[in-house]
């Protein structure tokens, strides 16, 4: 039986933080050639809130955060952003996504960072370049301004890639498997500057593999393997029977199950 093709109808997912929402999907389903990713999400997540988001492989992490910023097709449903945020959003894909075969240097590199207020041929000023080298210092990369891209460890080119965040300076903040192959230390670095930036009031939304990790340093959680599991405070999100049962889900998937079309 084809477990991803199942349909239970269940009260919409939301998130436990109350306040405005910064980021909201309703109904939202994400499909690759008709083949499912994201079935039917329907919730928010809250201005300032600090969430993880799980689920096993190929369940639609990397789907939704790129659906939000546009770069995955939305089969049905929609998602809104606060008018005043739309441009406003940081996202950081998966380390291996990012081609760095581009001739460029460390400092480089952030100040891409400032292209969302000046534009990608604006000038940069010498507030800019402060802006810039202040973020290196703060991921531990000064010193380095000048080297190639090509030339640093995964673990620098993930710092060098928070540094451009940090310079970006956006209120909503989307990260896709952050901590991939890079080293304790430099994880437990880059979770403080997540921390950090919740607690500035920005929104930050993270795909993560540890649920160790997200038990204790994000208060909420969306859990989803294709579908929707559970969405709130982390300790309930990520109980037994919900992880239990995004497990079945995954083993029952089948890769060219159709899109479920169920009515909004």
């Given at each position: 039986?084809?477990?991803?093709?199942?349909?239970?109808?269940?009260e919409?997912?939301?998130?436990?933080?109350?306040?405005?929402?910064?980021i909201?999907?309703?109904n939202?389903?994400?499909?690759?050639?008709?083949?499912?990713a994201?079935?039917h999400?329907t919730?928010?997540?809250?201005?300032?809130?600090?969430?993880?988001?799980?689920g096993?492989?190929?369940?639609?992490k990397?789907s939704?955060l790129?659906a939000?910023?546009?770069?995955?097709?939305?089969?049905?449903g929609?998602?809104?952003?606060?008018?005043?945020?739309?441009?406003?959003?940081?996202?950081?894909p998966?380390?291996?996504?990012?081609?760095?075969?581009?001739?460029?240097?460390?400092?480089?590199?952030?100040?891409?960072?400032?292209w969302?207020?000046?534009?990608a041929?604006?000038?940069?000023?010498g507030?800019?370049?402060?802006?810039?080298?202040s973020?290196?210092?703060?991921?531990?990369?000064?010193?380095?301004?000048?080297?190639?891209?090509?030339?640093l460890?995964?673990?620098?080119?993930?710092?060098?890639?928070?540094?451009?965040?940090i310079?970006?300076?956006?209120?909503?903040?989307?990260?896709?498997e952050?901590?991939?192959?890079?080293?304790?230390?430099?994880?437990?670095?880059?979770?403080?500057?997540?921390?950090g930036?919740?607690?500035?009031g920005?929104?930050?939304?993270?795909?993560?593999?540890?649920?160790?990790m997200?038990?204790?340093?994000?208060?909420?959680?969306?859990l989803?393997?294709?579908?929707?599991?559970?969405?709130?405070?982390?300790?309930?999100?990520?109980?037994?029977?919900?992880?239990?049962?995004?497990?079945?889900?995954?083993?029952?998937?089948?890769?060219?199950?159709?899109?479920c079309?169920?009515?909004?």
């Open positions: 039986m084809n477990v991803a093709h199942q349909h239970v109808h269940r919409p997912l939301h998130v436990g933080t109350q306040g405005r929402a910064a909201s999907v309703c939202l389903t994400v499909a690759y050639n008709r083949h499912p994201v079935h999400l919730g928010d997540f809250s201005e300032g809130s600090l969430t993880a988001l799980c096993p492989n190929g369940g639609g990397s939704l790129k939000i910023v546009g770069l995955a097709p939305i089969a049905s929609h998602v809104d952003i606060a008018a005043d945020r739309k441009r406003a959003i940081a996202y950081l998966q380390v291996v996504e990012v081609d760095r075969g581009f001739p460029l240097k460390v400092l480089d590199v952030a100040d891409l960072g400032h969302r207020r000046s534009g041929f604006g000038r940069l000023t507030a800019h370049r402060r802006q810039s080298l973020a290196l210092a703060a991921v531990g990369l000064q010193g380095l301004e000048l080297r190639p891209i090509e030339a460890s995964v673990g620098q080119f993930q710092r060098l890639l928070f540094a451009r965040l310079v970006e300076d956006a209120p909503i903040i989307l990260l896709d952050p901590f991939n192959a890079i080293d304790q230390r430099t994880t437990e670095d880059l979770l403080k500057l997540i921390v930036w919740s607690h500035e920005r929104t930050v939304v993270a795909a993560i593999h540890d649920l160790d997200a038990r204790r340093a994000f208060p909420e959680a969306l989803i393997a294709r579908e929707p599991i559970a969405w709130g405070a982390t300790a309930e999100v990520l109980d037994d029977a919900n992880l239990a049962r995004a497990r079945d889900l995954a083993e029952g998937w089948l890769e060219n199950a159709p899109v079309e169920v009515p909004a």
